[in-house]
């Protein structure tokens, strides 16, 4: 299949596009830094989901808009208003099969930077919206929401023993997720997937279930 996927440079994004490239799919990778993987089946744009020019790419059938910053001053433009750029240029069409965004468990928590938990909760609402209207198409849409992930983005926490401590504390799994496991999520979601749409998966390791009893 043709899967577009966005922010595909680092991190969750190229763990997505290393996992369908795996799995025998052509891949187009949008992102404003240059290509991070040498692959036949991968192409590379590089170019901001918000304002740079995006490419005419016929025929997509899996979108995973994953493109993100965070406490960036431009959070709602890359992360939501960006997603709403690339999805109403490429998913409204007869070839698609699936849509899926990149949230946050901050989308449900409000735990983050304010305009990176506004953002992300937009996307989730605008994920139905699209569910709504792609569904004429036969295809789904779905978001994801990481709480946790070891990515570079996050290395001032991963790095710092102090806070490290006290983040595997609000946790029932005392761990992050890595890369890869949400790389499997979207694949299922995406591939695998035929009847769920219109819904928001949480992996977090327990961090939203998280209750302290005293008594």
């Known amino acids: 299949m043709k899967v577009l996927v966005t922010g595909s440079s680092r991190g969750i994004g190229k763990a997505i596009v290393e996992k369908f490239l795996a799995c025998g799919h052509d891949v187009i990778g949008i992102d404003v830094l240059p290509a991070s993987i040498e692959n036949p089946w991968y192409s590379h744009v590089t170019t901001d989901v918000f304002s740079g020019e995006l490419p005419e790419i016929r025929d997509v059938e899996i979108l995973v ?23 109403e ?44 209207r792609i569904a004429k198409y036969g295809a789904t849409a779905n978001s994801l929401s990481p709480g946790g992930v070891r990515t570079a983005l996050n290395e001032r926490v991963m790095n710092d023993s102090a806070l490290w401590e006290k983040i595997m504390q609000e946790t029932l799994l005392p761990k992050w997720a890595e890369p890869e496991e949400i790389a499997e ?4 979601i995406t591939v ?8 928001d998966i949480l992996v977090d390791n327990g961090e939203d279930a998280k209750a302290n009893f005293v008594w």
């Open 185 to 188: 999520w979207a694949y299922f």
């Open 65 to 87: 808009n994953n493109a993100g910053v965070q406490n960036s001053g431009k959070d709602i433009d890359i992360n939501l208003k960006g997603s709403i750029r690339v999805s």
């Open 192 to 199: 695998i997937n035929r009847s769920m749409t219109a819904q």
């Open 89 to 132: 240029k490429y998913a409204f069409q007869e070839k698609i099969r699936s849509v899926l965004f990149i949230a946050s468990a901050s989308a449900r928590t409000g735990a983050e930077f304010p305009e990176y938990a506004a953002s992300k909760g937009g996307m989730v609402a605008y994920m139905k919206n699209v569910a709504l």
